[in-house]
């Protein structure tokens, strides 16, 4: 065979086997972050994952930040964060919201303005610790706030977290100081804390049998469905932790908060004095 017919073959055979690569493994496929930046901030809501993880941050606020969220522009990078915001339709300036998720740490935080004049924080208590986009965003609308209310402040009581959510920021905590969920920066220890404060929500359902009321048996069965829904999602953060993955201290306080809050109401109402 001449050498012309020899290379005539190996050149069709390069492009015959390049022409068969998908186009995928020359692309990567977006992952992660990536995955957010670019939609629009109410799809959150419609992704298991991070609906997941703004279920158990949110608690009784689900619906209220969701519906602040109806109406929104693009998430956009913010650091290893990725950060979007909204409002309710027809709302804006007076019911808006904005979140800041965090996929590599599997972190998320969020605020929502209420009426104008309420502005609530959720996944801290300190704004410093807030991707500085969200910090931008939460002091433009306490000034918003500020500016609606009568005196021309924000009264701390107004600035507040969800019940079953993290404590907030304003100098005021909804947790008291022997709180199993007090602020740190260490995963490891925000965990543990986690996990302690699930043993204390166990033993007070379990003591229920001590009061026979029926709020008390109520209040008590609410709380173990509660359990077992923020207990599934733990233990698939346990999973990605032991697969390698990495899950941020500021969520295991929420998952702490979240047992921590449900213990608080089971003790108000079976504690046997």
Sequence with gaps: MKLEAILTCLFLGVTTLSSAVPAAAATQAPQGQDLLVGKPAWEVFNTPDTNGMLMILLGTAYKDVKLRLSTSGVMVRDGSWTVG????????????????????????????????????LYGGNDIALFP???????????????????????????????????????GQSETKSSSFCNPTNDA???????????????????????NPKPMCQSIAESAADNMNQTDAISNSYLDLENKGGRVGAGTWLVICNRYEFFARRVKQYCEVK
Excluded at 85 to 114: C, K, T, W
Excluded at 144 to 168: F, H, K, L, M, Q
């Design 85 to 120: 915001s909204g409002n309710a339709p027809h709302a804006g300036g007076e019911d808006e919201a904005a979140i800041a998720i965090d996929m590599d740490h599997r972190q998320v935080m969020a605020a929502a303005l209420f009426g104008g004049k309420q502005l609530r």
């Design 188 to 210: 490891s220890n925000a965990k543990n804390r986690a996990i302690a404060a699930r043993k204390s929500l166990s033993g007070w359902i379990l003591l229920r049998t001590l």
């Design 132 to 170: 500085p986009k969200l910090q931008e965003w939460v002091k433009s609308r306490q000034a918003v706030a500020a500016g609606n209310s009568s005196n021309g402040s924000i009264p701390t009581s107004a600035i507040r977290g969800s019940d079953a959510g993290a404590s907030t920021n304003a």
